[in-house]
């Protein structure tokens, strides 16, 4: 009864989402990301409403298998997990075909279908998600841009915005929020961050996190697009679509906790990083 | 060359401590929990400041080696991972002489050295660190109380406030907040996070979480108090202190971003959960 109890409560510290009422957005085989390592799948959702010629990079690498051998070499707890270039033995030399991108680590407001979160954000005027992935504005200029979460996908680059070009990040934790336009987020986990999570780590205060035994470094087996591989065996997926009612439930949720587990009320406030919205499996 | 623009650009993003001012705190090995897992050993502190009759059920069951074999069985990336009465086969019954322990959400804010974070929160009307662990006052109240926090280690009840027991929970990501003042936080983990994460998930939409395949929960090999360990072979840690001129500069290096690297400089805020003190291992 013990045990039942104990799953109850915290069954109610994550209420059931809301029956689907809209169908949920498919998300396209260009746009989807699927990288396997030794511990599974993670299956990342691009974005080129945000950052269109990243996203081309991305899938002009993957498709001449530049990704594929190489590892996570840099990997900081609660921080970032970091690859493409590697560090000491094997760095790879990235054709000519491929210079430095311009940033986009912005955007213009206009023309998004902007969901407002409904909460105060510490870092900007207004938050809330474009498409599912967690966005934020700045009305005065007119701006928008894609938020650091844990899972979002970014490009490194040197100290000039526009020096990335195929260095990429996986955020891992919170307290990211202070890279948000200054860095270029071009995507975010959708399946598998657990696998991600399992990645070895360095030490940040050693070499900034670089892993010094190279044994130690997880490797990446493949990093392909899913419009790349074989249609009968690439993975699907979709989007819980946002704006929509069931998006708004599942923030509500989230939200404002009335189950009588919360003895007492919490704040109703919530981040527009941990309402992101969920992704799944489609049925092909 | 490029590699090391790379790294030196994210080297800036992650500056280097202040040199060490004042002797750090070192952690009494009565407050030292150390677990080991396959995937290596997890340090935490735990917290009688804030939680006494937790932390000494916490050293009283580790004394008679009640985790040690048990699993961690309800695992939820982003969210928890726990353990303490496992679910199916094999769980334990709790000896008679533990009943239900009162809770300890919070305490009175008297006579607590209180380092205030010096940004705003959105949970809490003053946050900032008592003794290196995230925490957040009420002035109208006068209470106190500790932070839900990636790291923070409490307790899990049924509704009923006062019903936690034995069966505990990590957090592993952000987004958790929520449940602070519902729920006791008895203690944060100083070293081995990434031993944590990489605990193998449950499904939250399947079980709440908890993972069916008994073979694939993690295992806790040991669970000991420090002070019960061999004093040649225990480990030992120290702690930045809180308030400090070091913890201070420690929290303007987060807050305040003046690098080159951020060529738009980001919004001088910072939460509690991402500066905690950080620790380390003392040379005995």
Redesign the interface.
């Known amino acids: 009864m013990?045990?039942v109890?104990?799953?109850?409560?915290?069954?109610?510290?994550?209420p059931?989402l809301a029956e689907a009422q809209t169908p949920w957005r498919a998300i396209a085989p260009e746009n989807l990301l699927v990288i396997d390592t030794d511990y599974g799948r993670t299956v990342i959702e691009l974005n080129p409403e945000f950052a269109p010629n990243h996203v081309q990079r991305i899938r002009d690498l993957a498709a001449m298998e530049f990704y594929d051998g190489l590892t996570f070499y840099?990997v900081?707890?609660?921080?970032v997990a970091?690859a493409g270039?590697?560090?000491g033995e094997g760095?790879p030399v990235l054709p000519e075909a491929f210079p430095a991108l311009l940033n986009e680590n912005d955007r213009a407001s206009a023309g998004l279908e902007f969901a407002h979160l409904g909460?105060?954000d510490?870092?900007?005027k207004i938050s809330g998600h474009v498409n599912g992935f967690a966005a934020a504005q700045d009305p005065d200029s007119g701006r928008s841009w894609l938020q650091h979460c844990?899972g979002s996908m970014a490009m490194?680059?040197?100290?000039d915005?526009d020096?990335g070009d195929a260095?990429f990040y996986i955020v891992?934790?919170?307290?990211t929020?202070?890279?948000?336009?200054?860095l270029t987020v071009f995507g975010r986990v959708i399946d598998g961050?657990?696998f991600i999570?399992?990645l070895?780590?360095g030490v940040?205060?050693i070499?900034?996190g670089?892993i010094a035994d190279v044994a130690r470094r997880d490797v990446i087996h493949s990093f392909k697009i899913a419009a790349d591989m074989p249609e009968a065996t690439r993975p699907a997926y979709e989007v819980m679509p946002t704006p929509s009612e069931e998006f708004t439930a599942h923030k509500t949720s989230?939200r404002v906790?009335n189950e009588?587990?919360?003895?007492?009320h919490?704040?109703e406030?919530?981040?527009a990083?941990?309402?992101v919205a969920p992704g799944r499996r489609a049925v092909k």
């Open positions: 013990r045990i109890g104990y799953m109850m409560a915290l069954m109610l510290a994550s059931a840099r900081i707890e609660g921080f970091q270039r590697g560090e760095a909460s105060p510490l870092y900007a844990p490194a680059r040197d100290n915005p020096t260095e891992l934790g919170p307290g929020r202070y890279l948000d336009r200054n961050m657990e999570q399992k070895n780590r940040r205060a070499d900034s670089v989230k906790r009588e587990f919360f003895y007492r919490p704040p406030v919530v981040e990083c941990t309402v």
